[in-house]
């Protein structure tokens, strides 16, 4: 069974930064790029960011390039989202996702965490 479950959110001012972790099981994370994505109440969700399986490669959404890093340790099956600079719209539930096809898509993605709060106060 494959589990995926994020952690580290929290409420934070403006400016300030917050590091969210998900950690994986039952699936053999070291073949999977994982993503990021970010829902907002009454918005669709929407992909923030990925990273390929072996970390080479990172992608972001514009809305956070600069902002926020995306990295993995493949030896403790755990993908990092750190987000400095935070602004009040980047308030949502955010979720890890699986994929064997690293995409912003998130129909590409086949597995999902039950995602964490990231509030931001201005």
């Known amino acids: 069974q494959v589990r995926l479950v994020e952690s580290g959110g929290g409420l934070v001012q403006a400016g300030g930064s917050l590091r969210l972790s998900c950690a994986a099981s039952g699936l053999t994370f070291s073949s999977y790029g994982m993503g990021w994505f970010r829902q907002a109440p009454g918005k669709e969700r929407e992909f923030v960011g990925g990273i390929s399986s072996s970390g080479g490669s990172t992608y972001y959404a514009d809305s956070v390039k600069g902002r926020f890093t995306i990295a993995r340790d493949n030896a403790k099956n755990t993908v990092y989202l750190q987000m400095n600079s935070l602004k009040p719209e980047d308030t949502a539930v955010y979720y890890c996702?699986?994929?064997?096809?690293?995409?912003?898509?998130?129909?590409?993605?086949?597995?999902w965490g039950q995602g964490t709060q990231v509030t931001v106060s201005s």
């Open positions: 996702a699986a994929t064997l096809s690293p995409t912003s898509q998130t129909h590409r993605y086949s597995y």
